[in-house]
């Protein structure tokens, strides 16, 4: 079936006794999420800060299935999406790629978001982790307001 056919969705939806989660990646950032929604193509939706309008698109994605009784589960991983996995109710999960033995040994070493018996803890410190350096955007800014 085609990727972002909503009947062929809705009628896999409804045929299975087990859910389906479905617009990953699917057009329109957040703006489609109700279509998928109603049309009752889905059971659990995709929300993302990637892929879905940001941090912002991604909350909304998420609300908007809290207001219909389904999880919004996060695509992705990093310090932004562990955030989000924190801060919507209805979510689950957390998606951690791995790409070897050696790296899953590895996981509950790390020092961002260690894994610990399948639990990530999103960091209490605010922000993405990113260091920002204030004298070149300053250099480099138009205008300072």
Excluded at 26 to 39: E, F, R, V
Excluded at 83 to 97: G, K, S, T
């Amino acid at each position: 079936m085609r990727e972002f056919n909503l009947a062929a969705y809705r009628k896999l939806a409804d045929g299975l006794d087990i859910p389906v989660l479905a617009a990953e990646t699917s057009d329109g950032a957040h703006w489609n999420a109700a279509s998928w929604i109603d049309a009752g193509a889905l059971d659990m939706i995709r929300t993302s800060t990637f892929y879905k309008g940001g941090i912002t698109g991604a909350i909304k994605i998420a609300h908007l299935a809290e207001s219909h009784a389904i999880k919004a589960q996060v695509h992705g991983m990093g310090l932004p999406n562990a955030h989000l996995c924190a801060a919507i109710p209805n979510n689950d999960y957390y998606e951690q790629l791995v790409f070897s033995t050696e790296h899953i040994k590895g996981l509950k070493s790390r020092n961002e978001l260690p894994i610990i018996a399948g639990v990530i803890t999103a960091p209490s410190s605010p922000g993405l982790g990113l260091d920002v350096d204030w004298a070149a955007l300053t250099k480099t800014a138009l205008a300072v307001i």
